[in-house]
């Protein structure tokens, strides 16, 4: 007798391959936004199961800021490779050059928050009605009123206040003419959600998610990886450690942990017993309490 | 490590009226359970501080958007997850005031399970029967009374057995399979995760307890084999050649290898060739599964259809009676037009008739037919074309619809199929 019962990963990953499907069929021209790290990865992963044996009907759009870590490039080439997915870059180092945005300065200067108007102009450009996403409503506390459709006005905006009712698993997708979509079809799951689903599919993610010796230094009780786009304080002074990365961002604003985990196993036991959230290494979200929530207004990821 | 291959999903959702503890009782099951790390309790101490409270808020946990934090009230659905080793969680948090109804609505209608909380010292309010009302309305299989802040009545075992006698009688008028009623203090965290030692006279589960055993893999639909077609699969390369398969969502019963199917609307039969899940070949699929079914003929289906059972026929109408709950400022519309979605299906449809409103704090029929904001009502719709669908207590997913406002695109209305 079958019990007809499925596991929390496996439940997950139906509602998800459902939303994919539905940003397929209710929109012309959805792409999916991908920035090399593990959300993006693992939904890049059910987009190919929700469309086998078909391609995946949709472009990867990478935001690239010009501060990546390198093997996060070299993965995403080689994943672009190997499913012969479309990739379509929006350079922040353009946006820079043709005076759409200002470049910030000083120790603390990141390109995070000049990725907003790239990704509008990217959209723009390709009239991409929706955009894919990687986030998840555990990340932070504005994430946890998004919904799964979120719909922006012609400025990009998000209304938190004026969001429609979603109900059951009926998405209404529909706009005017010069408004998008934002689709997260994994919002329901968690840091560990991901990294068991990870495991448990045996998905190939970047290096630096492992352990692995790098120069790094210390600021404000982070550690980051030392690189030619950061500014050193006279009295930080880049050394060698065994760290790994919780989340991949841009090298300006992502922390490394200290930690000895080399394998998904280990990663996950690491995840299991940590005391910090993921996002308590993001430089970003660190401004102010509310930061997130005003990125997002204007139009972040 | 490998036990979380065997846990399963649970979804509640919390109502409860203004000052009623519900984000304090999130907070609590957060903060028992460990899913807070510091960072978020170092936020939360920041804030607290900075309020003048003296002991730490957990409220302040569930408090997501500014505006809420300065008004300290939760104005929009929130998701929060957790889990214990048995199960993974997600609640969604719904706001207790009367203007966001819509939001414990929304809230309800994916949810297993309803945690309502009631004021010791207030007893039943309005906002409870309406609250119950929703949660039986929407088809939430189980219902958890939670009488709060027993802290302050003295823990006093007479007055939990009169709110819940109160309880039971209003309940006796709503549909509700499964209602458990448990004494709390979220503050104190009496009987949330730990068994409370100041009500020995209390012998039932703890909260958590319940949410961890109740028997949950009944609440699908395994009975009536229903198919929504989402999309049409055409991989058109030299490998998948001749390849048609059509995506979807099971909403109920189980597909099996070789059974017949029956494809609405249209009425052709043909027998199920293969079933995929991702990438692999499977022998049945049941609801919630997300899968491809090929066919044995060909046949022209594309989304909206519906692979059915010969046997055992969804209703095919387009006059669809529904209760209505309504989300827009603009009143509902009699003799209105609106786009219908209902599965993958889109539709027009024109509001036949108003049968009445209800009054939900009474349960009777309103004097005043209008349907406002908030307000719940018995309409007959007249849909473009017809329908394949059951009647909501029997499915949640093909008994569902939403209307949407054709000039602004908004969601302004769910509909549960009477």
Redesign the interface.
């Known amino acids: 007798m079958h019990s007809y019962r499925l596991t929390h990963l496996k439940e997950l990953e139906s509602e998800s391959i459902h939303i994919l499907r539905e940003v397929a069929a209710q929109f012309e021209r959805p792409a999916q936004l991908f920035s090399g790290g593990k959300d993006s990865i693992v939904c890049f992963h059910l987009a190919r199961k929700a469309f086998f044996p078909a391609r995946v009907p949709f472009p990867l759009v990478h935001i690239d800021t010009g501060h990546n870590f390198e093997e996060t490039m070299v993965f995403r080439d080689a994943l672009v490779k190997e499913h012969g997915a479309t990739l379509i870059v929006g350079s922040v180092q353009e946006s820079i050059d043709t005076g759409r945005v200002q470049e910030e300065t000083g120790y603390y200067a990141s390109r995070n928050k000049l990725q907003t108007v790239t990704l509008l102009d990217t959209i723009e450009k390709h009239k991409i009605d929706c955009a894919i996403g990687g986030g998840r409503r555990d990340e932070e506390k504005a994430r946890a009123k998004e919904r799964v459709f979120s719909h922006r006005d012609e400025f990009g905006s998000w209304d938190p206040k004026n969001q429609r009712p979603e109900l059951w698993d009926l998405y209404n997708g529909r706009k005017r003419p010069g408004e998008h979509f934002r689709a997260f079809p994994i919002s329901n799951w968690t840091e560990m959600d991901v990294w068991q689903y990870i495991l448990l599919e045996r998905i190939p993610i970047p290096s630096i998610y492992f352990s692995h010796e790098r120069e790094v230094f210390d600021r404000d009780g982070v550690t980051y990886a030392n690189s030619p786009f950061m500014r050193l304080k006279p009295e930080e002074k880049p050394y060698m450690k065994r760290v790994r990365f919780r989340t991949i961002g841009d090298m300006s604003c992502t922390g490394a942990v200290d930690s000895p985990a080399s394998t998904l196993e280990e990663i996950i036991e690491e995840v299991a017993s940590s005391r910090v959230t993921e996002r308590g290494s993001r430089m970003d979200d660190k401004r102010s309490e509310a930061a997130m929530e005003d990125r997002k207004k204007e139009g972040y990821f | ?1 490998s036990g ?6 649970l979804r509640f959702t919390t109502a409860g009226s203004v000052d009623d503890g519900k984000s304090t009782l999130i907070g609590r099951l957060l903060y028992d359970t460990k899913q807070i ?4 309790l170092e ?1 939360v101490e920041r ?1 607290s501080a900075k309020r003048g409270s003296g002991e730490v808020d957990l409220s302040l946990l569930t ?5 809420e ?1 300065e008004q300290g009230i939760t ?7 957790f ?1 214990t080793p048995k ?2 969680f ?1 609640i969604a948090d719904t706001p207790g005031h009367i203007q966001y109804t ?2 414990m ?2 809230g309800a ?2 949810a297993n399970l309803a945690i309502i909380l009631v004021d010791a010292r207030k007893g039943i309010l309005e906002q409870t029967c309406r609250h119950s009302f929703i949660a039986s309305l929407l088809g939430i299989p189980h219902v958890v009374f939670c009488i709060n802040k027993m802290d302050l009545v003295d823990y006093d075992e007479a007055t939990f057995t009169r709110i819940q006698k109160e309880l039971e009688d209003f309940s006796s008028k709503l549909e509700v399979r499964d209602l458990s009623f448990i004494p709390i203090s979220a503050l104190k965290g009496d009987n949330v995760v730990e068994r409370s030692t100041r009500m020995p006279w209390y012998q039932g589960p703890t909260l958590m307890y319940l949410l961890e055993n109740i028997h949950i ?1 009944g609440d ?1 639909n ?1 009975i009536d084999r229903r198919f929504p077609v ?2 049409v ?5 030299e ?2 050649h001749d ?1 048609r ?1 059509f ?3 099971v909403a109920g019963g ?1 597909f099996r290898k070789g059974d017949p199917v029956q494809v609405l609307p249209g009425g052709l039969r043909s027998s199920i060739k293969g079933i ?1 899940i ?2 692999h070949e499977v022998e ?1 699929c ?1 609801a ?3 899968a ?1 079914i090929t066919l044995e003929d060909e046949i022209d289906i594309s ?1 909206g259809d519906m692979l059915v059972s010969p046997n055992n026929l969804p209703e095919t109408s387009q006059d669809i009676d529904v209760m209505l709950c309504w ?1 827009n400022e603009r009143p509902l519309q009699p003799g209105g037009r609106y ?1 219908l ?2 599965t ?1 299906r889109e539709a027009r449809c024109v509001v036949k008739e108003v049968k009445y409103r209800m009054d939900i704090n009474t349960l009777h029929k309103a004097e005043d037919p209008t349907i406002r904001m908030n307000d719940i009502g018995r309409v007959l719709l007249r849909s473009a074309v017809p329908l394949h669908f059951d009647r909501y207590a029997r499915n ?2 093909t008994g ?3 209307l ?1 406002d054709e000039a602004t ?3 302004v209305a ?1 509909g549960m199929i009477v």
Request: proline share 3%.
């Open positions: 490590m979380y291959l065997d846990m399963d999903l790390f510091e960072d978020q936020a804030a408090d997501g958007l500014r505006a934090r104005i929009d659905v929130a998701y929060r997850y889990a199960r993974k997600i819509r939001n609505v929304t209608s994916t893999a699908h395994h989402q999309y699969v055409r991989p058109m390369t490998a998948w390849f398969g995506a979807g969502r189980v995929l991702g990438e049945e049941f919630p599964q997300s491809v989304r989300f786009a979605r209902h993958g949640r997913s569902s619809l939403i949407i695109h908004e969601t769910a």
